[in-house]
């Protein structure tokens, strides 16, 4: 008598150590996947051949708890415009979001004549029997594991093996969207970086031009300068050493008359030679009232611009016109220097 009673206690374990082999088996194959579609295709396969059914969905909430997002099907092969259309599931009172709602395992053996029953779309598979638990994550739900069209009613067996295997698939739907969230900000930042590498690149080369332009400048700025030397050496050179040397000779032949007591001649050389000193001074002053003149100072650009010209046309004979268009202002010293001197 006791062998009897003790037989289906013994099969009884032994199914329930297949179960939790088989348990273990799926939570291993399950835990080593990263990617989050492979995590929920494979865990609602898993749930499937678990259960034996034939239909089955995975829905994750949407962040802002409005619905849940259909992120899995199998049993079913919707059209891209019925997936589109009806993927999101209102959470709202009816039999598949009852499983979020009430966060509890939600049971049905006849889903079209379920009291909350709202109605499937066009082109939905049939659903008969069901059962939906939550995907919990610190006992908060984050989705729900639904499955139905079990050949034979669901058991409380089959409660106990979804419940136990949706809490391991929710830790990897959890782990899988933490690394797809880690992913996203690593790719993100390698933007930022090689942005702003970019710019910083981009920068550096301003810089170099920057530098390259101010080293021609440079450059520029001396050989004007320079050239302002050889052209004032060169005016002194044929102007004021010529005249300087007539001053010498005149002042060699005065000393001659005066030797020979001619004072008249000698008269004459000293005459000569101050016409000689008179026009020295002239072309001194007019050298350094090239270099800076100062009504520059004084009247600013247009008036000293054109005493230029008038002064260039008289010695050069060549006409020349001056004209300031707008109501004239004064520059900083160096910028009309700067002018004054191009000119």
């Known amino acids: 008598m006791t062998g009897l009673i003790n037989e289906p206690i013994l099969i009884r374990d032994m ?13 291993v194959e399950l835990s080593a996947l990263r990617d989050l579609q492979a995590v929920l295709n494979t865990a609602l396969r898993q749930c499937l051949e678990l259960t034996e059914s ?26 891209p415009e019925f997936y589109e259309h009806f993927h999101l599931i209102p959470l709202r009172p009816n039999i598949f979001a009852r499983v979020v709602l009430e966060n509890h395992p939600i049971r049905s053996d006849d889903a079209l004549t379920d009291p909350t029953r709202i109605g499937q779309p066009r082109g939905h598979p049939h659903v008969r029997a069901f059962w939906g638990v939550p995907l919990l994550v610190r006992d908060e739900p984050i989705g729900m594991i639904g499955v139905a069209n079990r050949p034979t009613p669901y058991s ?18 959890h782990n899988a969207q933490l690394d797809e969230e880690l992913t996203t900000a690593n790719d993100r ?5 090689k942005l702003r ?23 520029e700025t001396v050989g004007v300068q320079e050239r302002e030397r050889q052209r004032i050496a060169h005016d ?5 050493n010529q005249l300087v040397i007539g001053a010498k000779l005149e002042l060699k032949s005065a000393r001659e008359r005066i030797s020979a ?26 050298i350094v009232y090239d270099l800076r003149p100062p009504t520059l100072d004084a009247l600013g650009l247009p008036p000293s611009l054109r005493g230029y010209v008038e002064r260039f046309q008289q010695y050069a004979g060549i006409a020349c016109e001056i004209r300031v268009d707008g109501v004239p202002y004064r520059l900083p010293a160096d910028v009309e220097i700067g002018i004054y001197r191009i000119m």
């Open 54 to 79: 034939r239909f089955g969905v995975i829905g994750l909430t949407m962040p802002d708890g409005s619905a849940m997002d259909v992120a899995a099907i199998e049993g079913s092969h919707p059209s």
């Open 261 to 286: 007591d001619d004072r008249a001649a000698a008269e004459f050389s000293l005459l000569r030679i101050k016409d000689v000193l008179d026009r020295i001074e002239r072309d001194l002053r007019q």
């Open 15 to 27: 199914r329930q150590r297949e179960r939790l082999q088989a348990l273990y088996r799926l939570a």
């Open 156 to 173: 409380n067996d089959h409660e106990k093996l979804l419940v136990t295997y949706a809490a391991q698939v929710a830790i990897a739907i």
């Open 189 to 193: 930042l390698e933007i930022e970086v």
């Open 236 to 240: 002194m050179h044929d102007g004021l």
């Open 197 to 219: 590498t970019r710019e910083l690149q981009e920068a550096k080369e301003a810089l170099v031009q920057k530098a390259e332009q101010l080293q021609r400048l440079l450059t």
